[in-house]
């Protein structure tokens, strides 16, 4: 089979599902994660899931790619904790201290990569370079582990610097708490014309602010992303940095993404989105001009910001087939909540279909598709300075499918982290992937 046609435009690298998904309800303020706390989670068809989102996407034109999973367990951080003798001793120290604690070293949460990283495009920023940002995710301790990794990993694939500018993370300090791309969005004409990049946080980061939420505490800061924009050498005239609605985080969106999606120049958005959403609206249009903003919104009397956590409607993903005309990939959820349903099968003009995809165990822990793909828009000439290996093609679909089936286990129970042999199948499946993928040396076992 033809490898896909190296071409400019956006490529979706979707994190491979890793062998020890499990469910710890780590992450507070993710309704999801909270609710299946120590469910028996089914990694291997998590990973297949994931691989068919990726091979549909594919299909259908997309340019699609991949990054790899961490490594999990992570004994080295167990290590900085002072734990020590042979590894399954540390695991058992690990779980007596907390079973959290060992969770934490055992999540597969890099597989969300919409929070892996920042990336602005070299058409947005004022060197023409690409330009990444690993984030800190420092509100959780299992996904603050993420960071090092997505950043040697993201320096690999793409390696040349006549292109691309790796940052290191913010600061992992409270103040510059920064969960990705998940809370970035980007408007524009084309995907490779200059666009306005909209940064959403929760809460200001110094005085412990908390952005006037109730329930759950806000993850990223207005500091982080004004941060981020400024060593991404952005235009001040073509970046927004708004707040998100506290109302809305207290319902369970713990992130921008389950409330608001954006693609080239559609916004598609919940009324409750911004806390003034009204006037950020008018800020992007004016921004944006003399593009023309296009507005799919949605209001609270045709869906409840419950019903929007329960079905993860925003976090579908955007597909342009044609001129102002998209294709809606939503998670399952969306067709068994009667409203979202409704208000879907009611679509017309901009959003023309909408695809229905399984990713039920990813959804379970609270990441629908858009939460499993990290977007980088590329030229045609930077994009062939990408790591090829990593780059989706029929061939390595069958042989990552192979893969998962060879060495992924069919289901996890919180108790199975005690056991040691979990360990030595992840490092061998991960050693085997990078064979398949021509990645060498990224792993700290390795
Ligand atoms: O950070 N869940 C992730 C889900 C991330 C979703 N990403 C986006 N919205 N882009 C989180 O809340 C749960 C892990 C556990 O409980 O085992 C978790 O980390």
């Known amino acids: 089979m033809k490898k896909n046609k190296l071409v400019g435009g956006e490529y979706n690298f979707d994190g491979l599902v890793g062998p020890t998904h499990n469910y710890a309800g780590l992450a507070i303020g993710n309704k999801a994660s909270m609710k299946n706390k120590s469910q028996i989670s089914h990694p291997q068809k998590a990973a297949l899931e994931g691989l068919e989102k990726m091979k549909f ?114 600061p992992a300090h409270p103040v510059f708490s920064d969960e990705g791309a998940a809370n970035h969005n980007r408007l524009c004409s084309t995907y490779l014309s200059p666009g306005v990049e909209i940064f959403v946080y929760g809460r200001q980061g110094f005085f412990s602010n908390n952005g006037k ?5 806000p993850r990223q800061t207005k500091e982080a992303s004004e941060m981020i924009a400024f060593h991404h050498k952005l235009l001040p005239e073509k970046t927004i940095v708004v707040q998100q609605n506290p109302e809305a985080i207290d319902a369970g969106v713990f992130h921008n993404d389950v409330i608001c999606s954006t693609d080239q ?8 989105a911004f806390l003034d959403t009204e006037s950020i609206l008018q800020e992007i249009e004016q921004k944006i001009s003399p593009t023309p903003l296009l507005k799919v919104s949605v209001q609270t009397q045709d869906i409840s910001l419950n019903e929007v956590v329960s079905s993860y409607l925003f976090n579908s993903q955007l597909l342009p087939i044609s001129k102002n005309k998209w294709i809606l990939l939503s998670p399952k959820e969306c067709q068994t909540t009667p409203s979202v349903r409704d208000y879907l099968y009611s679509l017309k003009d901009l959003i023309q ?21 990290l977007r980088v828009v590329l030229t045609e000439e930077e994009a062939r300075a990408v790591h090829p290996g990593v780059l989706l093609h029929h061939k390595l679909y ?36 990078s064979g398949i993928l021509q990645i060498k040396n990224i792993y700290p076992f390795q």
Not at 73 to 95: I, R, T, V, Y
């Open 57 to 170: 996407l594919m299909e259908k034109g997309f340019k699609q790619a991949i990054l790899p999973p961490h490594e999990r367990p992570d004994l080295n951080f167990l290590k900085k904790l002072g734990f020590s003798g042979s590894a399954e001793m540390m695991l058992k120290s690990a779980w007596k201290l907390s079973p959290a604690l060992l969770s934490a070293c055992y999540s597969a949460s890099g597989m969300w990569t919409a929070n892996s990283a920042v990336v602005s495009p070299s058409a947005d920023t004022q060197d023409r370079k690409v330009h990444f940002t690993p984030a800190n995710l420092q509100s959780y301790l299992h996904r603050s582990l993420e960071s090092a990794q997505t950043s040697r990993i993201l320096k690999y694939i793409f390696s040349d610097s006549r292109y691309f500018v790796h940052h290191p993370p913010l």
């Open 213 to 217: 939420t109730k329930i759950f505490y």
């Open 353 to 373: 279909k909408v695809c229905f995809i399984p990713v039920r165990q990813s959804m379970w822990n609270g990441g629908g598709p858009a939460c499993l793909r």
């Open 398 to 433: 069958k042989k990552l499918k192979n893969w998962i089936q060879k060495h992924y286990r069919d289901r996890l129970a919180p108790e199975d982290l005690l056991d040691p042999l979990l360990i030595t199948e992840s490092q061998n499946a991960l050693d085997e992937l």
């Open 265 to 272: 120049n559609l916004i598609f958005y919940h009324e409750k």
